[in-house]
């Protein structure tokens, strides 16, 4: 279950709307990307999230939160799933949903970890897994809005294969508009790997992260294991507090 910190000032977003899947994208083995027709939608800035329910025909209801994967220029939003074993929701999202199917959905729900490009930069974005995905949006509004200031993105997978958005992140990077993408495998890599072997440590985030002097805005989202260890390495290396900003994923996240 994704634990931010977020605003709840604008309750008139917060009415749950019908939404119908449009098209769904297969992004690894275990996630997929659902592409969805949103009636009424306020739109959202990059990092937002939303809560989705899930109604059986017995009555009984199961409600996640996901972050927005999309950036706010497109008509419709994308949410990106990992299948959870044993959970209530994902499992549904990942293996039986269709095209044409529906749920409910409400948000935009979030202020506290979003990017603009009035924020400025130079952006630090550390991912882990399916964590990757609502700073995703922030990097499709970055190129949307032709912004090019650096961004580096670190992204921790477990395999080569759980890479979300590789091919749409070696694109970006081919851009050379200041973006740079560095992955680290934890479990397995593949013959003539050149990237990060391990997992994100206070080593790997000084060696490859922006000079502490440049001030650089970070975003780190992900386990709240990684999470918390680079928040806390971030600041041991001497970034400072202010500019740090967390999204958790906690163990129930189905």
Request: charged share 20%; glycine share 10%.
């Amino acid at each position: 279950m994704l634990e931010t910190e977020f605003d709840t000032s604008t309750p008139n977003r917060l009415i749950w709307r019908v939404v119908e899947i449009a098209k769904i994208v297969d992004e690894t083995p275990t996630v997929k990307s659902l592409v969805l027709d949103v009636p009424g939608w306020p739109g959202h800035q990059p990092g937002q999230h939303v809560d989705v329910r899930l109604t059986a025909e017995d009555g009984y209801q199961a409600q996640r939160s996901y972050s927005i994967a999309s950036e706010p220029e497109t008509a419709r939003l994308m949410l990106t799933v990992e299948l959870i074993e044993g959970g209530e929701v994902s499992p549904y999202l990942t293996s039986d949903v269709r095209p044409g199917d529906k749920f409910e959905l409400r948000g935009p729900i979030g202020g506290y970890f979003v990017w603009t490009v009035a924020i400025g930069g130079p952006l630090f974005l550390v991912a882990g897994g399916s964590g990757i995905a609502p700073l995703m949006s922030m990097l499709r509004y970055r190129v949307a809005a032709k912004f090019t200031t650096p961004a580096l993105v670190l992204y921790s997978s477990r395999t080569y294969e759980d890479i979300i958005y590789r091919q749409e992140l070696d694109q970006m990077a081919a851009r050379n508009d200041g973006l740079t993408v560095i992955y680290t495998l934890t479990r397995r890599q593949p013959a003539g790997w050149t990237g990060g072997a391990r997992r994100i440590d206070r080593s790997m985030l000084a060696s490859v992260g922006p000079s502490v002097m440049a001030r650089p805005k970070i975003f780190i989202c992900g386990p709240t294991s990684l999470v918390e260890s680079a928040a806390q390495s971030l600041l041991e290396v001497g970034y400072e507090r202010n500019l740090i900003k967390t999204e958790r994923f906690g163990p129930t996240g189905a």
